[in-house]
């Protein structure tokens, strides 16, 4: 694993304990219309799914960085579709519960996006 992995690992990781956190508060201070039991899963997917992201992104860009543009436009485009895709689900099946689900999806894809492309900036400024 080259350093710059492993420095993305590094931060994600505190990211990652940042967003816990946040979590945390939203457990205790949030109404009960606005709580979630999947919440720990769903912060676990978003972690383990910018790493892989990442991860393939900057593979990409070392083999051949003319691609990265095209990978990186179709991943998002999936992710977002996915995603989107998986917040409808939820909410038909579990229509009492949806608000929370959609509200803590919808904050942790923003900070873990977020969090994704300044990596992505920061790898690429070197």
Do not use: C
Request: net charge positive; glycine share 6%; charged share 15%.
């Amino acid at each position: 694993m080259n350093l710059s992995i492993k420095n993305f690992l590094v931060k994600l990781t505190v990211f990652s304990i940042f967003t816990l956190a946040l979590l945390l508060a939203w457990k205790i201070y949030a109404g009960d219309r606005f709580q979630n039991n999947l919440m720990w899963l769903l912060w676990a997917f978003f972690v383990l799914s910018t790493g892989f992201i990442h991860y393939v992104l900057v593979k990409v860009s070392e083999n051949n960085p003319k691609r990265f543009v095209g990978y990186f436009m179709g991943i998002t485009g999936i992710k977002l579709f996915g995603y989107l895709i998986i917040i409808t689900i939820y909410a038909l099946l579990k229509r009492e519960a949806a608000l929370g689900f959609t509200l803590q999806f919808l904050v942790l894809y923003l900070l873990y996006s977020g969090f994704e492309v300044v990596m992505l900036f920061k790898h690429f400024k070197k």
